[in-house]
């Protein structure tokens, strides 16, 4: 029997989205012979989601679990941009909130999984930190556009194999032999455009397996954008055609379908959630359909936070 161990890392704003995760995650991956036990490591305003996620997971597969771990988030203050919350570092912290954890598979909570994950739990690391998929960073124009960064020379190995924290495989055994939570600590404090993904990145250069792109597909990139991918070199013909016929984890790291419903590959989302009946009714769809994305004036006045906040335009 195999048993997949899976972390998600939230706060209080994302209750309703990690049951839509945690159920897809079950029902993809769930067998007789698999089953997940999920981790949530999240705020204490989040732990109400315990007694609902619960029943979705045993719903599914009464022999996957679920563990909580209700903490302080060490990083409640931490650099916050891009209305991404200061919950998204926590992941930071799983080295020693999950003491007795070697191997885990981190994903965000705004994924759907598709397809079983099996083949990726068992990806051999080979002595590499983590495991997963070259992001979006990687090409020319968005390296370019980036590159302005006081801090981006830290990243200068990382071209063409930045990575895309939205879905990692974690050997927490070979992060706790080379102490890397001391040092995402103290990077903790930095002000990073990605935030912790870029603390990631600096810190675990070399020490990569790179995952085929259908294991985090990101919903907001476009086929052109993954014909890219192939012209720069970042990633094979082959591998983009089967992260966009068949996904294994659909990423929605832009907009949100729960927020906005036309976003593109969203109606994948809604057609899995609207055929759950334990979890149509966390979501309001009417006022997803009628919002197409911010307006003009919500536009200028993000533009003007981001001037004042001296963030890259």
């Keep these: 029997m195999e048993i997949l161990k899976v972390v998600f890392c939230f706060d209080e704003n994302l209750v ?25 490591v999240c705020t204490e305003a989040a732990g109400i989601v315990a007694e609902p996620l619960g029943r979705v997971i045993s719903s599914r597969d009464p022999g996957s679990a679920l563990v909580m771990h209700c903490v302080e988030n060490p ?47 068992q990806t051999p690391l080979n002595g590499n930190v983590m495991a997963a998929v070259k992001g979006a960073v990687n090409l020319s124009e968005k390296w370019e556009w980036n590159s302005g960064r006081s801090y981006w020379q830290l990243l200068s190995k990382m071209k063409g194999g930045y990575i895309n924290a939205g879905v990692t495989l974690l050997d927490l055994s070979e992060v706790r032999k080379r102490d890397l939570a001391a040092r995402w600590n103290e990077l903790a404090g930095e002000k990073f455009y990605y935030q912790d993904q870029d603390i990631l ?15 985090n597909r990101l919903a907001y990139l476009e086929e052109k954008d993954y014909g890219q991918f192939v012209t720069e070199g970042v990633y094979t ?32 989302w809604w057609d899995y959630v609207k055929a759950q009946p334990d979890l149509v009714g966390l979501f309001d769809e009417e006022k997803a359909r009628k919002y197409h994305g911010p307006t003009l004036f919500e536009r200028g006045l993000r533009k003007v936070r981001r001037v004042l906040s001296r963030e890259k335009l």
């Excluded at 919350?85 to 080295?95: D, E, F, I, M, N």
């Excluded at 070399?206 to 294991?215: H, I, Q």
């Excluded at 990423?251 to 969203?266: C, E, F, Q, V």
């Design 237 to 268: 013909q082959e591998e983009c055609k089967e992260a966009l016929q068949s996904p294994a984890i659909l990423h929605y790291a832009g907009d949100k379908p729960w927020k906005r419903y036309d976003t593109n590959l969203g109606a994948a």
């Design 75 to 121: 990083y409640a203050k931490a650099y916050q941009v891009r209305d991404i919350s200061a919950g998204t570092y926590l992941r930071l912290a799983l080295p020693g909130f999950l003491p007795q954890v070697d191997r885990i598979l981190y994903m965000d909570a705004d994924v759907l999984v598709r397809e079983s994950l099996l083949p990726l739990w």
């Design 201 to 215: 990145n600096i810190t675990c250069q070399g020490a990569v397996t790179y995952l085929p792109p259908k294991y």
């Design 16 to 40: 309703a989205q990690v049951q839509v995760a945690a159920a897809s995650l079950i029902d993809a991956c769930a067998s007789d012979d698999v089953h997940c036990e999920i981790h949530c």
